[in-house]
DNA sequence: CATGAATGAGGCTTCATTCAT
DNA sequence: GATGAATGAAGCCTCATTCAT
């Protein structure tokens, strides 16, 4: 009963994970039936409650699982990245959109969870775990901002919070435009625009 | 059945949009029942199937019909506008801004329509509809892009159609900003980013 | 609220219950929805209501309308047809079969009958008469069989309720081979039957 | 769902047939709720979902398992039974009569079956098992009067096929009457039946 | 521990019937 | 008297969850 975590049912657990990103990122959660997500595990029905004990804990688990793989691919680096503030800031916009396109057929996952953060029930998990995110991502772009305003790089009168917080959202927005149109070149719109922005904010 | 049209018919149907939006933008459209809307609508269950087929075309005329009303608030007067094509972007941006706030009891439904439009039964239909209204957007902006170039208010190297496409997402990222955190300043936000926007592609 | 039976009002419900009894054969009772019948009508769904209490009353409505004007089909001038029994026997044959093919594609409705009289609620109605129908069918045959063997012709051993039985379930019978299969030849089955059963009474 | 066809799976099956065609003659196909069924088989009603598709499916169900069973008595030991042709024939006759008479309170189903037979959507899969029925008992009957015409016993001019349509019609039109009139005697009447129709046959 | 057969609550939808026009 | 828009009871079916094997 005691849920023992070795090894090997880290793997499984794993295992169901992915599979369930999958399923729940073609069909939604409402449209995705456990017996989807057991057989793309190749498990059983009741496998799955071993590891999760409802659908919906199984949707926030890949919803947590996802967003702990999506910060890190986006962060990676920042830090130890050397180069100027507005340097390590494009270097981000580079991450973050890339990030998005490298999962882009998990890209339906994201919807369904702002969906799930909406609803009545699930509304306070996904949408606390929402904020935390966002807020991370402002804060680092903030501080990037604020030290290439003391480097000099960036004019005083630029409200910083601002832009960061639109500069975040734009990273969903490109996401969501890459999803209605996958021809749509994000990196291409993602670079232009940095550079615009980064021209707005310069001294 | 008998799609007459008269005045009294287009009433009601109306007045059952009107309630279905505000469930399904409470509920999602899963977690919404037919007898939910019904109630929400002071009609009979039945009903509801006099003035649309199934659920799904019921979740369907709310979006035709948030789309337009959404489109028509965001339009306005952008055309009659006097002053710079500069003058009218920011007027545009106010009234996007502002169509997203007016509408923000009903922004789950957005959502909503995002996921409806990545599964497979209702995908096709979103997804048009989307791209057209995305692409409405993009070309509106990206004119006025062009006309300030024409202008010599914006300097010639700036990508028009990469910028409208992320001022457009801009609109959809704020709304989601809002949807997450009720009292993020959003008007502000887009102002601030707007006027760093404008110097970064200004002459 | 009184029915009051002008001929205009018996005009109306002659054309219902055509109407309906077209409906019913093609699509069965459950199959079938008043809005069918009404539009085949020509009529408005509440008018059936004026004509019959219920979707039931309709139906049986239908059957019995149908039962007279069947034995009137079967019976006519087998009284005053002249010749000997058996003679007259063979033209009720031919008659029956020929009252069968004529309603061919009503057929459907006398087996919905049937199991109108094999359903608890409209069981007793529907069993009623078709135990009056048939009882008479029988007497009718048993009679002829009868002034047969007075005049001689039939040998005296027959047990003519029993043959009266199995001839009378024989009209039944070829209905339903040619509802089954409408190339199937039942009046020359009838013809070359008869022939033999005949044979088999005759002195 | 999993077709695995164990043991255990098959008497459930016809567990649930069994209930399922208790119900159904009783009430009709219209008439019984799928939760009817489900009580009568003493299981839940999701189950007979896991072994019929559907309601409609289940129902075919019930008519194949019923048609099998009822070709079945009525076939047993036609060949292997000795004696003449027309001894035969007098064997399947009581063998038919017994076998309507043993199921007398399924038989409610045989009518149901025909009107399913004819209702569109379900008509063709009856009809065509009911035709193979049919021309199976036809072409054995047939085949009795061909032998007995060769062996001596049936005078030349008999047209076989057509009296062996009459007689399985018969078989139907005595359940029919059975039905309307439980103390109606079949047997009798069938047996006087067959011997009016072996005397009209022979040489 | 894994499995998948069994369960039954609950949703979408249909349609006989009513009644205001 | 005729109409057809409105109603809501009722049925088929799905699917999350359990539990015997």
């Known amino acids: 009963m005691a849920a023992s975590d070795t090894p ?46 409802s659908k919906e804990d199984l949707f926030f688990g890949v919803f947590h699982w996802v967003m702990v793989r999506q910060e890190a691919a986006t962060r990676i680096g920042i830090d130890r990245l050397g180069g100027s ?26 919807i369904e969870f702002w969906a799930a953060a909406g609803h009545p029930g699930t509304r306070e998990r996904f949408k606390a775990t929402f904020r935390e995110g966002y807020e991370m991502y402002r804060r680092t772009v903030a501080a990037l901002l604020e030290e290439g305003r003391r480097q000099g790089d960036i004019r005083p009168g630029v409200d910083g919070p601002a832009v960061a917080a639109v500069l975040v959202g734009m990273w969903d927005a490109l996401g969501l435009q890459v999803w209605f149109e996958p021809d749509f070149d994000a990196r291409a719109a993602a670079d232009a625009f940095i550079d615009t922005l980064i021209r707005g904010v310069s001294a």
Chains 1, 2, 3, 4 share one sequence.
Request: glycine share 8%; proline share 1%; net charge positive.
């Open 8 to 53: 090997k049912r880290r793997a499984k657990r794993e295992q169901i994970l992915r599979a369930a990103a999958e399923v729940f990122a073609q069909k939604g959660f409402s449209g995705t039936v456990m017996a989807d997500i057991a057989a793309a595990a190749a498990v059983g029905k009741g496998t799955l409650y071993g590891y999760f004990p």
């Open 85 to 110: 503030a507005l340097d390590r800031l494009r270097a981000m916009n580079r991450a973050a959109v890339h990030a998005c396109l490298e999962m882009q057929d998990l890209y339906g996952l994201v």
